[in-house]
């Protein structure tokens, strides 16, 4: 079942406004009414963290709004994959995934639309949430016996952190053990082919390039 329109414009609204108890409500709301979870995250959770993100680009959203939108988010999140859980949609889980906002950055809208569209997908997200130090990403995935590292940095003051933790992987010698992969605004294809990790420009293409990385047909 796709989201009706009333319960879409809604819930747009509540996410864009970071509106955390609107959003939970509305959510839950939808999940009793019998949308499809998959369809909340895809038709709206998606759309409208996409617009925040470019309303903050362009300088008409700032920083709390920006941490706001992210936190409705994740509350409509943990509901969602929990519904996701108890369909029976994603039983068999597909590979295990650390996945962090690199040393110094904030900003994690991003990297929550992939936590989300990553776990509704089947694979176990081992979320380690923001200023994620290389040495932290290399414990999470060595403690959780992760097969993809996934680092996301928005600023472009924050990627050098994403190679540090690219080479710290490789003093280790660590290098082919995890799969290593890095999105969000500042990092491009060429960059992220040039240090050694693997990258996707949106949240749809993170999915299939955790799936590719497993070994998984992708459609």
């Not at 609107?22 to 998959?38: F, K, M, S």
């Not at 639309?113 to 509704?120: D, G, H, S």
């Amino acid at each position: 079942m796709s989201v009706p329109e009333p319960i879409h414009q809604r819930l747009t609204e509540a996410f864009i406004e970071g509106d955390e108890e609107a959003a939970e409500a509305i959510t839950l709301e939808a999940l009793e009414a019998g949308v499809d979870p998959l369809a909340i995250i895809s038709e709206v959770m998606v759309p409208a963290l996409t617009e925040v993100g470019n309303r903050f680009q362009t300088g008409e959203y700032f920083l709390p709004e920006l941490l706001m939108a992210g936190e409705a988010a994740e509350v409509a999140s943990k509901h969602l994959e929990a519904a996701i859980a108890a369909s029976g949609q994603a039983n068999e889980k597909l590979g295990t995934v650390v996945m962090g906002t690199v040393e110094g950055d904030v900003h994690d809208i991003g990297k929550n639309i992939v936590v989300t569209m990553l776990r509704a997908h089947g694979f176990k997200v081992i979320d380690l949430g923001r200023r994620v130090s290389p040495s932290a990403f290399v414990d999470a995935a060595q403690q959780n016996d992760a097969d993809i590292v996934a680092m996301s940095s928005l600023m472009t003051t924050t990627r050098p952190a994403v190679q540090s933790t690219v080479n710290l992987f490789s003093e280790l010698g660590l290098e082919g053990k995890y799969k290593l992969i890095a999105g969000g605004g500042s990092v491009t294809g060429d960059w992220a082919k040039e240090i050694g990790a693997g990258y996707s420009e949106d949240a749809a293409g993170a999915v299939e390039l955790c799936k590719r990385l497993m070994g998984i047909p992708v459609s």
